[in-house]
């Protein structure tokens, strides 16, 4: 769990791998670099896919057509080399630098191809569902980061109030919905160049230098070494190159927005040793107004470097050591008041009484004026990084992959919790330490000549610490927001002004697995493949929760008001289970245009412990919700993915998710669990259908679209907190059997073109081009426990961009991002305390600019 372990980790692999390398006499490797041009023009094609057939290596073109391939063979061999309106062409190699030339063919579409089931292959024959974006299209779309991916991906839900609050979900699944819980694991795995990454502040960062985003959908427990209940996101870098090469972009837009990207590739010992270094700087000035500081709130300020080593003693062996670091240093993220619901509690403890009692009124009741008063700075310095060392050693018809890592996540915000000018929650700081290591070894081959398949074995270990203690602490306005009675003594000079809770506590987990899946051929046309796995989890947590501050007083009567606001806490949680789950999909495929799939599967996510502080009843902390029971999932799908013509693919499926013990984060009036906390709903159940597809008209006209039905229930859900409009009433709990899951639209899609013609700018040979992407989800609750006045509205966002692709690597484009100026909400949050006001996210609005990009 310390760096010491994993360096130990490293050179032990490393030590593997020499020895490995002095059994062999030396074989130099089979270097092997080029150029795809087009055969009549003799013009050089940007992006087209090289790949050897048979094995997994491959790469694309770059800005001048260029590859270079690092092969585990010997020369003669085979590529297949593929491009978007071209013939896919197979030919024999038998030199180490060669001209490929393609044809063009009627706007035949090319293959997209993946790796996750660790081989490449096209996404059309893989029996799975999942969104390919290609690193080039991410960035012409602006998505350099999730959050703006999922608006490419409609199956894709991402909430975030600030990089450790952050939900990732696939079809409404993965992560608990609200005010993240740190003693749950995720349910969406989210894996760069292989290595997990366990926290889930990671999506909230920049892409660095990304070839590649994968998102499958459903478990995937049998693929990946993290168990997977909803689905994952598999991404790749684009590797380190033998030839020399490089890009830079930078883009300039409004509210001072400026990002720059840059990536230097090469040789260090020819045939031995290359490298490559990236870098990713991203500014933006606040969207949110501050009047009491007169300053701009909610800007972006993020940095993320990534440095590569690939090594290759022989040619059986490949071995990348890389390591990360990314920084955001935001001043942000701040909510904006977006409402207040009338609850029912006495009228003296309303929002507005309390507030018109202090004397306060809000800034603006628009929350589109983007307008606060908050007195508590907000701070958001959210930093990860790590080292990973991954070693692939041909072995017989397969390879053996070594991947270890280490990884950190460290995490000092600064919030104001009750989203006003008032000194109520005076702090909210959460400061955490984490830290990871992860060790997977698998081997993905060939069998025999009708069985293939991987076998794998993964651990993982964490350590998650507070950094030195979380704090939150009253202000002078918290005794009429917290008051209960009429009494008097609630207006004690100081009573609460300064009175606090100083929470310390340390989750240690280890959780380990053993995996496979096969693909059985039992004729060439239909295939079966059964996939298992066995986990292991154990977790250990201390949690000590100490009030201090406020007035100092031994009257019973006094003591009795602070502790109904916060009071001492302390448990221990000890954990340890084991499970097997699962997975067997038949495929069927009667021609090449046709691939069919039905999978049934189960899965299971581990037992939850709760980190955020525990309700009390009758004034005794209910610590048997300090465990949370582990989900158990049972999966069923159905799809299609088809070719109908050679210019455009068609895919549908349909899905069937049932969980057990679904784990769920929920709120609660006190202000000393202000964070929520986790329970179990019994059952829930997600059932969807999803369509894909794209076509190209032309060789210059194409388009792509997706269209998701989901539609998510609690079937049973007995013992649910009350939404905000019912704080107060008979019950603190209710039966909420039938509602609807939170964040999930019944219906959410894309759609995007581009169209394209030859031409020439300031002398340059290449291509003028307009796209526009469209991107709409329905309306879907903001609540746990669904409330009325909780709903987001549905919206839709309408991106474009035109601009010019030169054949000698230069790009200009000018881009627009909700061109309309759609106001929409991405997320509401209840206030700490439920007074009865809400917060929101605010989704950006309309935003411009320009990039330029030059690469060799």
């Known amino acids: 769990m310390k760096l010491a372990t994993a360096l130990s980790i490293f050179f032990g692999t490393l030590l593997f791998s020499i020895f490995v390398s002095a059994q062999d006499a030396p074989t130099i490797n089979a270097t092997v670099s080029g150029v ?21 290596n491959g790469a694309l073109t770059d800005a001048n057509g260029e590859f270079s391939l690092v092969t585990g063979q010997k020369l ?16 024999v190699v038998k030199d180490s630098k060669v001209e490929i030339k393609l044809d063009e063919n009627a706007n035949d579409l090319s293959d997209v191809v993946i790796t996750s089931r660790r081989r490449q292959e096209s996404s059309q024959d893989v029996p799975i569902p999942i969104s390919v974006i290609r690193g080039y299209a991410a960035e012409d779309a602006g998505a350099f980061n999730v959050n703006r991916l999922k608006e490419l991906v409609p199956t894709v839900q991402l909430y975030s109030s600030n990089p450790r609050n952050t939900t990732l979900n696939i079809r409404g699944l993965g992560s608990t919905f609200g005010l993240t819980n740190d003693g749950i694991d995720p349910g969406v795995g989210f894996y760069v160049d292989g290595v997990y990454y366990a926290r889930p502040a990671a999506t909230t960062l920049d892409f660095v230098d990304v070839d590649q985003i994968e998102v499958l959908r459903g478990p995937q427990g049998t693929l990946f070494g993290k168990n997977t209940t909803a689905g994952a996101f598999n991404i790749t870098t684009r590797a380190p190159s033998f030839e020399p090469g490089a890009n830079f972009e930078l883009s300039y837009g409004n509210y001072g927005f400026i990002q720059a990207k840059a990536s230097v590739t090469g040789p260090i010992v020819k045939d031995k040793l290359a490298a490559r270094v990236s870098f990713s700087g991203t500014q933006r000035d606040g969207l949110l107004y501050n009047v009491r500081t007169q300053s701009y709130v909610n800007d972006l300020n993020n940095l993320g470097f990534r440095g590569q080593l690939l090594y290759t003693p022989t040619e059986n062996i490949k071995i990348t050591l890389a390591g990360d670091a990314a920084n955001q240093r935001p001043n942000g993220y701040a909510q904006v008041v977006a409402g207040v619901v009338t609850t ?35 701070r958001s310095n959210n930093a990860l990084g790590g080292i990973s060392l991954n070693a692939e050693f041909k072995l017989g018809a397969g390879t053996l992959t070594s991947t270890s890592a280490w990884r950190y996540w460290n995490w000092d915000p600064s919030n104001d919790r009750d989203f006003t000018g008032l000194p109520v929650l005076a702090l909210s700081q959460a400061t955490s330490r984490h830290e990871q290591w992860t060790q997977e070894i698998r081997y993905a081959g060939n069998f025999t000549s009708r069985l293939s398949g991987l076998v794998g074995v993964f651990a993982i270990g964490q350590d998650l610490k507070t950094d030195p203690y979380h704090v939150e602490e009253s202000g002078a306005a918290q005794w009429r927001f917290s008051q209960s009675s009429t009494s008097p003594l609630w207006k004690t000079p100081g009573l609460l002004d300064g009175y606090g809770i100083r929470t310390t506590s340390r989750l240690q987990s280890f959780g380990g697995a053993v995996f496979g899946q096969l693909d059985w051929a039992i004729t060439e046309k239909l295939h079966v493949l059964p996939g298992i796995r066995f986990n292991y989890d154990k977790k250990d947590v201390d949690y000590r929760r100490e009030t201090y501050g406020g007035l100092q007083t031994t009257d019973p009567a006094l003591l009795a008001i602070k502790n109904a606001v916060y009071s001492n806490q302390a448990f221990n949680v000890n954990v340890d289970e084991n499970n097997f789950s699962g997975q067997v999909t038949l495929a069927y495929k009667p021609t090449k245009q046709i691939n069919a799939f039905t999978t049934y599967s189960n899965s299971y996510k581990p037992v939850g412990v709760n980190l955020g502080g525990l309700p009390t009843a009758n004034g005794q902390v209910l610590t048997d919700l300090a465990r949370v029971k582990p989900e158990y999932v049972t999966h069923f799908e159905a799809g299609i993915k088809t070719r109908p013509t050679p210019q455009s693919t068609l895919n549908f499926v349909v899905h069937n998710t049932d969980i057990k013990d679904y784990q769920t984060q929920v709120q609660t009036a006190e202000v000393g669990v202000n964070r929520g906390y986790l329970a179990n709903a019994e ?14 008209v032309t060789n210059q006209l194409s388009f792509t679209g997706a269209l998701a039905y989901t539609d998510g229930k609690y079937v049973t859900f007995t013992n649910a907190p009350v939404p905000l409009e019912e704080v107060g009433g008979e019950l603190a709990y209710k039966d909420i059997s039938g509602s609807v899951l939170p964040g999930i639209s019944k219906w959410s899609g894309s759609l995007g073109g581009e169209i394209s013609e030859n031409g020439k700018l300031f002398g340059l040979k290449g291509k003028y081009f307009l796209a526009l992407d469209t991107y709409y989800r329905s309306s879907f609750s903001s609540s746990p426990s669904p409330s009325k006045y909780l709903n987001v509205d549905g919206y839709t966002l309408l991106n474009g961009r035109v601009g010019f692709r030169a054949s000698n690597g230069i790009s200009i484009l000018v881009w627009a991002r909700n061109l309309t100026n759609k106001d929409y909400f991405e997320q509401l949050l209840p206030a700490a305390g439920s007074a009865g006001h809400y917060a929101a996210v605010l989704g950006d609005p309309k935003t411009y600019g320009v990039t330029l990009r030059y690469g060799f």
């Open 683 to 696: 059952r829930v159940r997600v059932i969807g259908a999803e369509l894909d597809g794209n076509i190209r």
């Open 344 to 378: 029912k509690r006495a009228p003296y403890r309303q929002f507005n009484n309390i507030i018109a009692d202090l004397g306060y009124s809000l800034p603006s009741t628009n929350p589109f004026d983007r307008v606060i008063d908050h007195d508590t700075p907000w």
């Open 36 to 56: 795809v041009v087009d055969s009549r023009t003799q013009e050089a094609l940007i992006g087209a896919t090289v790949a050897i057939k048979g094995t997994t």
């Open 76 to 91: 003669p061999f085979t590529v297949v080399v593929s491009y978007v309106g071209y013939q896919k062409k197979e030919l």
